[in-house]
């Protein structure tokens, strides 16, 4: 009698589970490139902008199961990319200091480059093979530190602070510490799918981080120096393995 309890509770769970999902076995790679604005969150705080930087690299998707109407899958990527902060100097009015000797404002900017490695959760609406879909990308993203450098029209070593509002100058000759990051990538995007073609992708992906780059204990400098990301990017995807189904629209 137990056997054929269980063979009944597995034949039950197979048929519950061939009704709700439809199984996918759909590989693709390709390549993505785009824009990103960055900034690090100090406290005490550091009056800044955005800063613009490239991002590009490898990517890959592997498709499991369609689930109701959401297709769903394994999103990953492998990025260079620049990012970093870009100081505001303002004086005690909120207007840029200018610089005595050469009458431009004065500017600051560091750039820090990176390996960044997204492997996120996949989630689509729409169309697999021909056709848009809209999809959402979510998951953890990791960073190995490269290289750095700074860009200024003063000597950083000895600032105008007369006419600076904030005291705030650590950061500007300081380097990265932590050479590991890691953080939460979210994104939100819109897929055109072409049978022959592939799989042309256009997101909008925010990125926050979880560590800081500089250290952050009692006797340091910065209680926090963590990033958050705003990037913008197309991705070309190819398909190596796909599930063969004539019904897959």
Same mark, same amino acid.
């Given at each position: 009698m137990k056997k054929h309890l269980l063979f009944l509770f597995l034949l039950l769970s197979a048929s519950v589970h061939a009704q709700v999902g439809e199984h996918r076995n759909d590989l693709a790679v390709g390549v993505n490139g785009g824009y990103v604005l960055s900034n690090v969150s100090f406290v005490p705080s550091v009056p800044q902008g955005l800063h613009g930087g490239i991002t590009g690299g490898f990517s890959l998707r592997y498709t499991c199961e369609k689930y109701f109407k959401s297709i769903c899958a394994l999103y990953a990527e492998m990025n260079y990319a620049k990012i970093g902060w870009k100081e505001e100097i303002l004086d005690i009015n909120d207007k840029p200091v200018i610089n005595p000797h050469t009458q431009l404002e004065e500017e600051f900017k560091n750039t820090i480059n990176y390996i960044q490695i997204p492997v996120m959760a996949h989630l689509g609406w729409g169309r697999e093979r021909s056709g848009f879909q809209f999809f959402v990308n979510i998951g953890p993203q990791f960073g190995v530190y490269l290289s750095e450098g700074s860009t200024a029209n003063y000597d950083i070593n000895r600032p105008n602070m007369a006419d600076r509002v904030s005291p705030v100058i650590a950061q500007d000759t300081m380097k990265v510490e932590n050479k590991f990051d890691y953080g939460i990538a979210g994104g939100l995007g819109l897929e055109f799918s072409h049978r022959k073609l592939g799989h042309f992708m256009l997101e909008g992906r925010y990125y926050f981080g979880l560590g800081n780059i500089y250290g952050d204990s009692k006797r340091d400098y910065f209680a926090r120096s963590n990033y958050g990301n705003?990037?913008?990017?197309?991705?070309?995807?190819?398909?190596?393995? /796909?599930? $063969?189904?004539? /019904?897959? $629209?």
């Open positions: 705003i990037v913008v990017k197309l991705t070309y995807l190819f398909d190596i393995i /796909k599930t $063969k189904n004539d /019904k897959i $629209k």
